[in-house]
């Protein structure tokens, strides 16, 4: 019977540098002679992609509802899909953002409460939890000014600062309640020293999980 592999999550705000930290676990992982498959959210499927595409796109306005929904729809599809299928073959899965991303966007930022999100999900019977989660975190100033020197951005980066303010309080109040699976990373600071905030977490989970 193959064992089954371990979900990993990075989250944050625009601008913390997800994609460059991503990069960097999956190459430890990589070194550690870890199969890991790499997914994204919203996306990951046909589907989400083509969902991705509308709620970063959209050209009319968006519901907060609708928009909590399109997500929740995604996810769904990546779980069945893509996420479930290689855990159970045993395969590691490295997503950046995942239902933590709804709670803090759409539950906080768009103020539809932790409690929709969660009665969605559970309608949706979407139960699975990542094994550890990284959480990027800096001040709401810095990350947005990465963010703009990027380039053009998409309907939610165009959001108002207050928006992502109470995205960055959901975020923080999901680690302080889970505080084993959820690892807050100080991503103000120079790039060594963040990844090295996550290669010791990293490090600890893998030995944990070794046993």
Request: glycine share 8%; aromatic share 4%; net charge negative.
């Amino acid at each position: 019977m193959t064992d089954r592999g371990c979900f990993i999550t990075l989250e944050g705000l625009e601008g913390v540098g997800k994609t460059t930290n991503r990069e960097h676990v999956e190459a430890l992982l990589k070194q550690e002679g870890i199969s890991v498959l790499v997914t994204r959210e919203p996306g990951g499927t046909d589907l989400g992609e083509q969902l991705r595409h509308l709620l970063l796109h959209a050209s009319a306005p968006v519901s907060a509802e609708a928009e909590l929904m399109m997500m929740t729809a995604s996810r769904k599809q990546h779980v069945v899909e893509i996420i479930e299928p290689a855990l159970s073959r045993g395969q590691w899965v490295l997503c950046d953002r995942f239902a933590d991303a709804s709670f803090a966007y759409q539950g906080g930022g768009r103020k539809l409460g932790a409690d929709t999100v969660a009665q969605l999900h559970e309608l949706m019977n979407i139960h699975l939890q990542p094994d550890i989660t990284f959480l990027l975190d800096m001040p709401i100033a810095d990350g947005l000014k990465r963010m703009a020197a990027r380039g053009k951005p998409d309907r939610i980066e165009k959001e108002e600062l207050a928006f992502f303010e109470r995205a960055r309080k959901a975020y923080l109040e999901r680690a302080g309640s889970q505080p084993e699976r959820v690892k807050v990373i100080d991503a103000g600071l120079a790039l060594n020293a963040v990844q090295d905030q996550v290669s010791t977490a990293l490090n600890a989970f893998l030995v944990n999980h070794r046993g």
